[in-house]
């Protein structure tokens, strides 16, 4: 994810307007007081005064994943296999959907019920390996009570039929909405953290991580971008429907549908691996400037960070603009107001940022949300590296110094990137800190061993996830120093610490 409020890119309109009415606009999310003192005080009630009238049932899949900063993310009792997403689009315009969604999954413990996270739509019906299953909704919630408990271990599959349009998701992490989102002439879809629940049932949490089958029927003559590859486009008459195969496993926030009239663009393969970009028809030619050099960055990136991950990659851009861009898996997104059609290199950092989270983000997941610094540090430290790439070791110097720079001018937007809010997941701290700690970790270990540590990391958790922790032990292992205090200092410490070798401090 990169947003034009979590980055250096909100600075100019800083600078712009008063300093109390930034602060009300730019960290509106940041934790009131008062919210603290309600949480403090829960955590603070003796278990002995909690007074249920009867016992929890034991077979009961948890209805959260325990998330530090959301616990309620995600569900406990199963794991997802493969996720089937059949839906038509029945109206574009209101984004009108009749749907089935098929969930194969396998039970980590005997269930009498379990549950889903989903909102709005009208369900038709819920089946538990074919026969009728009871349901209940409570907000996000959608608990299933199959008609015979599952056994631990068993694999089950979970249809759900539903209809309607998805409803507006609000996330606690971000200032716009998130999900399935309807604009004029089409839709997208970018869910970071918490908005894939807007159209399908979901175990919604990073750690729960399968592969997909997107069938998206739509009327002509609109198209279809998906994650994965494109294996059928089956004509039906008036409608299309689109068949996308994402077949390596990947985080639920990292699936999207995206429907509009495209032009599909295939480039050179890099390294054999396929490019394909989509831009919403009637964009200008100069659109595609920024993301020309992508095959050129997924090969240098391979030989710092190691292979690639996963079997196709491109960019899909829309005519609409909603302040962001987000690494889907296998298919970043862009909206309009993150492309500068007069400033293509600086585009080309974002094109290579969401190119980096294909490794680190979507290949390499947060095991807990308050990990993100482990995504978008290491997406804007490979900003700096492009730089490096491109104009070699004193431009990536000079970035190093502005982005220091920065933090230090503004530390109230720059705060220590390993303890995010949960209101302020994407701040500036987690890409800007998060970045300059690796360069000062690689200023610590010496090139040699920084990538080295790069590699180490992303082939070990490859198609998985992991924690500051797991990072910090492959850092310790590579480079044989003891480095808890490094990353102390520079992860949570209010104060950003100092970089000796470049005189910043
Ligand atoms: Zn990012």
Known sequence: MKTKRSTKLFLPFLLLVSVSLACNQLTGASVTPTQQSATETATLIPVTEVVTTEPADPNAGASGMGDSLYPEFGNGGYNVLHYTLDITVNNVATSDLTAITTVEAKATQALNSFNLDFVAFDITSITVNGQPAIFERADQELTVTPSTPL??????TVVVQYHGSPGGMQSVALPFQTGWV??????????????????????DHPLDKASYTFRVTVPKPFDVAANGVLTETVDNGDTNTFIFEARDVMA??????????????????????????????GLPADVRKPFARQG???????????????????????????????????????GMDMIDLDDVEGTELTVAHELAHQWFGDSVSVADWSDIWLNEGFATYSEGLWIEHTDGRGALDEWVKSEYTTVTDFPEYFPPPGNPAADNLFNGGVYLRGGLTLHALRLEVSDEVFFDILRTYAESYKYSNATTDDFIAVAEEASGKELNEFFDDWLFNEKIPPIPQMGLE
């Open 252 to 281: 639920s926030y990292l699936a999207t549908i995206n429907i509009d009239e495209l032009d599909l663009e295939t480039m050179e393969p890099a390294n054999g691996i396929p490019i394909r970009n989509y831009y919403s028809t």
């Open 296 to 334: 050129e960055m997924l090969i240098y990136f391979s030989e710092l960070f190691g292979p690639y991950p996963f079997e196709i990659y491109g960019a899909f851009v829309m005519d609409t603009e909603f302040g962001a861009a987000l690494e889907n898996q296998t298919m970043s997104i862009f």
């Open 151 to 156: 056994i631990e271990d068993e694999t089950f």
């Open 182 to 203: 309807t604009i004029e002439g089409g839709s997208f879809v970018l869910s970071e953290p918490d908005g894939s629940a807007s159209y399908y049932p979901v175990n």
